[in-house]
């Protein structure tokens, strides 16, 4: 007994810090959901209902912030795995120097994201060297200032992205085909098959649970984007147009640039129900495949 209290003793701080950080804030939050709330005057607190979610669920800035995230997103999970799975595969047929070069693919993952998207800022740039290449080869016919497109910011953002987190794919997926029992590599050979079908029919059903993985995190992670947007210039509110505003971005807006508190928590909670939904509807998709 005494063992026993020992241990609720030694987990208790985490106890206390997810209570007052975790559950108190998300209940807060459901709470400040009914109510007009400001920061600048909390007394003059006003219970609207369900008002803020209705006019959550009509806000065309919020599903403009929604369209944005599919956009970049669509385009990031497929370079970002697709350049894993590349690489990870060439790895793991290299007989020599593949620690080294794992260590280097993986530098831009532990490198700062704000640094990153200011390198890549930089980079693509009307004056800078990507755009001089392009128009050097008669790709453009001048500057191109992408940052006043209505899809090209979140493209970028996508590609610097990319460049950022592919080495986490490259290291899951390695991992994932020095799992796989090289008796069945060893078998498909014998019966002629070429390197092409062994990675088709071998190596890809193989690492479906990798893969899984992969996408159900990049979901999360991309819905709560919020940081690289401001890295490349972007206000609050992802540009004059809005090209490149994202959920949690209009959310910090409504609650911090216009005290919309109220709202804001209730954006907040339906950009939670959004990722648990797509979250179980993944499971539902891969758990009906495996059967």
């Known amino acids: 007994m005494r063992r026993n209290w020992w241990g609720y003793v030694f987990v208790s701080p985490w106890i206390i810090l997810y209570i007052v950080f975790g559950i108190?804030?998300?209940?807060?939050?459901?709470?400040?959901?009914?109510?007009n709330y400001s920061f600048v005057n909390p007394e003059n607190r006003q219970f609207v209902g369900i008002g803020n979610?209705?006019?959550g669920i009509e806000?065309?800035?919020?599903?403009?912030?929604?369209?944005?995230?599919?956009?970049?997103?669509?385009?990031?999970?497929f370079l970002k795995n697709g350049?894993?799975?590349?690489?990870?595969?060439?790895?793991?047929?290299?007989?020599?120097?593949?620690?080294?070069?794992r260590t280097v693919y993986f530098l831009p993952v532990i490198t700062s994201t704000v640094v990153l998207m200011t390198i890549g800022d930089n980079l693509a740039s009307p004056g800078g060297p990507i755009q001089k290449y392009l128009i050097d080869?008669?790709?453009?016919?001048?500057?191109?200032?992408?940052?006043?497109?209505?899809?090209?910011?979140?493209?970028?953002?996508?590609?610097?992205n990319t460049w950022k987190w592919?080495?986490?794919?490259?290291?899951?997926?390695?991992?994932?085909?020095?799992?796989?029992?090289?008796?069945?590599y060893e078998a498909a050979a014998v019966d002629g098959?070429?390197?092409?079908?062994?990675?088709?029919?071998?190596?890809?059903?193989?690492?479906?649970?990798?893969?899984?993985?992969?996408?159900?995190?990049?979901?999360?992670?991309?819905l709560q984007m919020f940081g690289e947007v401001f890295s490349i210039g972007f206000n609050v509110y992802g540009g004059i147009n809005n090209q490149a505003l994202t959920p949690v971005?209009?959310?910090?807006?409504?609650?911090?640039?216009?005290?919309?508190?109220?709202?804001?928590?209730?954006?907040?909670?339906?950009?939670?129900?959004?990722?648990a939904a797509l979250t179980f509807l993944q499971f539902k998709f891969f758990r009906t495949n495996e059967n």
Do not use: C
């Open 249 to 275: 971005l209009y959310l910090y807006a409504q609650a911090f640039d216009r005290s919309n508190v109220g709202f804001a928590s209730t954006l907040g909670l339906l950009l939670a129900y959004i990722i």
């Open 53 to 55: 979610w209705v006019r």
């Open 166 to 184: 592919f080495g986490i794919s490259t290291v899951i997926l390695l991992a994932g085909m020095y799992s796989i029992d090289a008796r069945l």
């Open 24 to 35: 108190y804030p998300l209940i807060l939050s459901f709470f400040l959901t009914f109510f």
């Open 193 to 222: 098959a070429n390197g092409w079908q062994m990675f088709t029919y071998i190596t890809l059903p193989t690492l479906r649970p990798q893969l899984f993985f992969l996408l159900v995190v990049d979901v999360i992670n991309g």
């Open 137 to 160: 080869l008669h790709l453009l016919d001048g500057p191109f200032f992408w940052k006043s497109e209505e899809t090209w910011p979140m493209i970028v953002i996508a590609l610097i």
């Open 59 to 77: 806000d065309p800035l919020f599903w403009k912030a929604i369209f944005n995230i599919v956009l970049n997103q669509s385009v990031f999970i």
């Open 83 to 101: 350049l894993g799975l590349l690489i990870a595969s060439l790895l793991f047929n290299i007989k020599f120097g593949g620690r080294l070069l």
